[in-house]
Nanobody, 115 residues
Framework: QVQLVESGGGSVQAGGSLRLSCAVSGRTVRMGWFRQGPEKEREEVATITTFGVPLSYADSVKGRFTISYDNVKNTLYLQMDSLKPDDTGMYYC???????????WGQGTQVTVSS
């Protein structure tokens, strides 16, 4: 079983930055950040291996967001720069215990970007 606890969300003006953190307990083979905006479906933002190698970024965040993993602290991060109002949403940390398995989710942390 994997447990994920996010923190670091908040309100920021467009162009600002936030860093999200996710405390990970339990064994995972893949981790990622996902988000769900108002009246939108949950979408993948970025994924990473447990060795800290980024695997993917959504086109909408490439060049602005950076995913990383500290395997000593067992903490997943998402550094978000040049934030836009379209980045507003609930951000979820996800972890997989098997490559073919489903994503497990944290409770989410709200990010609000005002123009």
């Amino acid at each position: 079983q994997v447990q994920l606890v996010e923190s670091g969300g908040g309100s920021v003006q467009a162009g600002g930055s936030l860093r999200l953190s996710c405390a990970v307990s339990g064994r995972t083979v893949r981790m990622g950040w996902f988000r769900q905006g108002p009246e939108k479906e949950r979408e993948e933002v970025a994924t990473i291996t447990t060795f800290g190698v980024p695997l993917s970024y959504a086109d909408s965040v490439k060049g602005r967001f950076t995913i990383s993993y500290d395997n000593v602290k067992n903490t997943l991060y998402l550094q978000m720069d040049s934030l836009k109002p379209d980045d507003t949403g609930m951000y979820y940390c996800g972890g997989k215990t098997a490559y073919s398995g489903n994503w497990n989710w944290g409770q989410g942390t709200q990010v609000t970007v005002s123009s």
